[in-house]
């Protein structure tokens, strides 16, 4: 039987006893890695609709058996949006707890990457990044009810379908329903095995160049060709020498294409270009220069297409109060709560972008996220559930 944690009202969260709610969290820990087995043996690749709505429709019913209402936001190219709103006993604004339930990997990963438990580590497609974390907001939510009766505050979830691709079906829902709330709180993964919080990303762009060259015959006409993989390959030096590390900017040529055979001068060359700013005002300069590079052969012709798609989570004044409660209650275990800037980006960058308080990597600990090591540390999903419960009652 979990163990009781006292219910009486309190008159401060520090009155609250943390050691009783962190032991509750210990003795639920193995129906924890329960439910996120069963989330990760329901594969979800981003580009499978019929799959992620298979996991889509068991986290409705999750959650519906807490009481949460349920709204599907349709969507045409990826699975269904999840909002499920939990009615709370304060009249104060909804905290908002975002997450995703797409994976990087296809369709049939689990038959050589099995969801499996080694010891203290869990390990599948998707279990970091980021079904734990949706795991772990079920489990905060039914303690606080258990706790108090019912949600000590409105709490809304909302949990997407194409974050690894994008966002594109869901940003708009995202940043509506961060507008009408008090607090976002991401359950992405926490930075490293040391479990810190996340208060700074970079925003992160995608840019593709396309060179249009000459087409000719590489053996009885090479004169008459121009070539778009020799003037691709002269664009793709001048693109690299905008990395500023430094500074916190990093532009990576990661996919090439060009060509048709190995005798004709490409007419066609195309490179897609990853973008990484530390700080929103970096973005437009970059984005100017990427867009303003001339054709070193006046045959070929340049076409840039893309921008900042996720524009930096910087730790602004309303990320550092909400990581300073969350290291005020990490510390009623004595508990050394740590914070990060990390290279990735998330939906977390919308919200505190827009400048909504938002704090993000509340989700599992572990190391292999999109890698076939990925896994959580199960012994430390009970204080992260503890941190997220309290975190709810806080922000």
């Keep these: 039987m979990p163990a009781k944690v006292r219910s009486r009202k309190q008159t ?6 943390w050691s009783e709610r962190l032991q509750y969290f210990e003795s639920q820990q193995g129906a924890l890695v329960e ?5 990760v043996q329901i594969e979800s690749p981003s580009d499978d609709k019929a799959a992620a709505d298979r996991m889509g429709s068991l986290l409705v019913e999750r959650f519906a058996s807490l009481g949460g209402r349920s709204k599907l936001h349709r969507a045409e190219e990826f699975g269904d949006n ?3 709103d939990f009615p709370g006993a304060a009249n104060q604004a909804p905290v908002l707890l975002l997450g995703h339930f797409d994976t990087v990997y296809p369709l049939g990963t689990l038959a050589n990457m099995p969801c499996r438990l080694e010891g203290q580590r869990l390990h599948g497609p998707g279990v970091l990044d980021m079904k734990a974390g949706i795991a772990l907001m079920l489990f905060a939510i039914e303690a606080l009810q258990t706790w108090h009766g019912t949600l000590p505050r ?7 379908s194409d974050e690894e691709v994008g966002s594109s079906s869901s940003r ?4 509506d329903l961060a507008r009408q709330s008090a607090a976002v709180l991401v359950l992405e993964p926490a930075a490293g095995l040391r479990g810190a919080v996340k208060t700074a990303r970079k925003g992160v762009g995608e840019y593709t160049l396309t060179v249009q060259g000459v087409a000719a015959h590489a053996g009885l006409d090479p004169g008459k060709g121009h070539s778009a993989i020799l003037e691709l390959s002269r664009q793709i030096a001048v693109i690299s020498k905008l990395n500023d590390l430094k500074s916190g900017v990093s532009v990576n040529p990661g996919v090439i294409r060009g060509g048709t055979r190995t005798n004709v ?8 270009i990853d973008v990484r700013i530390e700080m ?3 973005a437009a300069a970059l984005d100017r220069k990427l867009h303003d590079l001339k054709p070193f052969d006046r045959h070929c012709k340049l076409r840039m297409e893309g921008g900042i798609n996720r524009m930096p989570m910087e730790r602004n004044a309303g990320v550092a109060a909400l990581y300073k409660k969350a290291q005020a209650i990490a510390s009623q275990i004595h508990w050394p709560l740590d914070e990060a800037a990390v290279g990735g980006g998330s939906d977390g960058n919308f919200t505190a972008g827009m400048g909504i308080p938002t704090l993000d990597g509340l989700g599992a600990v572990g190391e292999g996220a999109h890698a076939v090591h990925e896994h959580i540390v199960v012994s430390e999903l009970p204080r992260r559930a ?6 709810i009652e806080a922000a």
Excluded: C, H, Y
């Design 265 to 272: 001068i490409a007419a066609e060359a195309v490179v897609e």
């Design 154 to 160: 409105p709490v809304t979830v909302f949990l997407v």
């Design 386 to 391: 503890m941190l997220l419960a309290g975190m």
């Design 172 to 175: 708009r829902i995202t940043e």
């Design 35 to 39: 439910t996120i087995r069963e989330f």
């Design 82 to 84: 999840i909002q499920i």
């Design 12 to 17: 401060s969260k520090f009155d609250t006893n």
């Design 280 to 282: 929103a005002k970096q």
